[in-house]
T-cell receptor, first 112, second 113 residues
Framework: DADVTQTPRNRITKTGKRIMLECSQTKGHDRMYWYRQDPGLGLRLIYYSFDVKDINKGEISDGYSVSRQAQAKFSLSLESAIPNQTALYFC???????????FGDGTRLSIL | SQKIEQNSEALNIQEGKTATLTCNYTNYSPAYLQWYRQDPGRGPVFLLLIRENEKEKRKERLKVTFDTTLKQSLFHITASQPADSATYLCALVPPGGYNKLIFGAGTRLAVHP
C-alpha cells in the first residue's frame, strides 16, 4: 500500500461546485502539505500543517481551504471551483526540518 | 522573492553517457537543496539532499554539487540508462524556511538506447 494516498485520482467538475480532495498517510509524519502543479511551473505550496492544531497559508492559498482531521489526514477544499484551478494537486508529508518530503501520486482536477 | 531556474528544454542523451542537469537560484542562499525525480502520472520521489556547507554528495550513480558562489547546483547521473528517463526537480529551503520547499519547474531527461 502507498504511504501517502490521495483520493480521487481524477476529477472533472463544473465551475462553482464545491470540491474536496483527500490525503491520508501511514508514515506517522506530523507535517503535511498541499501543492498544485501546472505545466511549465514548479510545484507551488497552497497550505501546510505542522501538527493537528496548526494550519498555515502557503504561496497561493486564495480560493482554497484545508482541514487537518487527524495526524494522518489532511484535506483540501475548493469552495467554489473556477477554471484556473484546473491543475495537478499533490499532498506531501515530512518528518522534522530539513527532511525529504514524501508525495502522493496526485489528483488531476479539471474544472469546466 | 526566491526564484529557481531549471532548463525547460528536454535533455536527450545516449545510454551510457553522463547526464548533467542544472539548477540556478537567485537571491539568498538556501539552507539546503533537494533533488526529486518525477515520472508521468506519479508524485515526485526524493533522491538527494545537500546542505549549504557541503560541496558534493553522492549516491550510487547520482552526484549533486552545490556552489553557493555561483548560486548553482548540478545533478549528475553517470552511466545513464533508459530507465533514468524522467523529469528531475530541484527544490530549496531558504534559511528559516521550516521545510517549506520552493520548486523549480523541472528538466525532462530522455536517455536513448
Amino acid at each position: 500500500d502507498a504511504d501517502v494516498t490521495q483520493t480521487p485520482r481524477n476529477r472533472i467538475t463544473k465551475t462553482g461546485k464545491r470540491i474536496m480532495l483527500e490525503c491520508s498517510q501511514t508514515k506517522g509524519h506530523d507535517r503535511m502539505y498541499w501543492y498544485r502543479q501546472d505545466p511549465g511551473l514548479g510545484l507551488r505550496l497552497i497550505y501546510y500543517s505542522f501538527d493537528v492544531k496548526d494550519i498555515n497559508k502557503g504561496e497561493i492559498s486564495d480560493g482554497y481551504s484545508v482541514s487537518r482531521q487527524a495526524q494522518a489526514k489532511f484535506s483540501l477544499s475548493l469552495e467554489s471551483a473556477i477554471p484556473n484551478q484546473t491543475a495537478l494537486y499533490f499532498c506531501a508529508t515530512s518528518d522534522l526540518n530539513n527532511q525529504p518530503q514524501h508525495f502522493g501520486d496526485g489528483t488531476r482536477l479539471s474544472i469546466l | 522573492s526566491q526564484k529557481i531556474e531549471q532548463n525547460s528544454e528536454a535533455l536527450n542523451i545516449q545510454e551510457g553517457k553522463t547526464a548533467t542537469l542544472t539548477c540556478n537560484y537567485t537571491n539568498y542562499s538556501p539552507a539546503y537543496l533537494q533533488w526529486y525525480r518525477q515520472d508521468p502520472g506519479r508524485g515526485p520521489v526524493f533522491l538527494l539532499l545537500i546542505r549549504e556547507n557541503e560541496k558534493e554528495k553522492r549516491k550510487e550513480r547520482l552526484k549533486v554539487t552545490f556552489d553557493t558562489t555561483l548560486k548553482q547546483s548540478l545533478f549528475h547521473i553517470t552511466a545513464s540508462q533508459p530507465a533514468d528517463s524522467a523529469t528531475y526537480l530541484c527544490a530549496l529551503v531558504p534559511p528559516g524556511g521550516y521545510n517549506k520547499l520552493i520548486f523549480g519547474a523541472g528538466t525532462r531527461l530522455a536517455v536513448h538506447p
